[in-house]
């Protein structure tokens, strides 16, 4: 009995608590790692799911194209939708806590992320 015990308590914590890895994207590495050069997203500069150089698409304003996704589709964003759009894509493709709410069927993509209500009144 003690050892079903300390197998079931060792599944648990293993399954619990492990790290997020990545998406697995295109751009997305195959697990986080540190990225110390970052030009935007650098919240996610010790532990990133992109690489350096992706983020210089984003350091410059205006944005217009992140990889083969148009931003100014409906015209220019305003400084401050450009700033949250920001956060959006550093998240998507930075974060290694973004793999935590990966969608089952397209493993490029997320679902059901939480939001906070102040995030999206600020938007």
């Not at 590495?29 to 935007?40: L, T």
């Not at 990133?48 to 220019?76: D, M």
């Not at 939708?81 to 709410?101: G, L, M, Q, V």
Request: some cysteine; hydrophobic content about 30%.
């Amino acid at each position: 009995m003690l050892r079903f015990a300390i197998t079931l308590f060792a599944v648990i914590t293993s399954s619990t608590c492990q790290q997020y890895g990545c998406l697995q994207g295109d751009t997305h590495k195959a697990k986080p790692s540190p990225e110390p050069n970052m030009h935007e997203c650098t919240l996610y500069s010790e532990s990133s799911c992109c690489y350096a150089n992706f983020t210089e698409q984003l350091a410059h304003s205006p944005v217009i194209k992140v990889s083969n996704s148009y931003w100014n589709r409906c015209g220019q964003l305003s400084k401050s939708c450009e700033d949250f759009t920001k956060k959006i894509e550093c998240f998507y493709r930075c974060s290694p806590h973004a793999a935590h709410w990966i969608n089952p069927r397209y493993t490029a993509a997320i679902q059901s992320v939480p939001l906070c209500q102040s995030f999206c009144d600020d938007w």
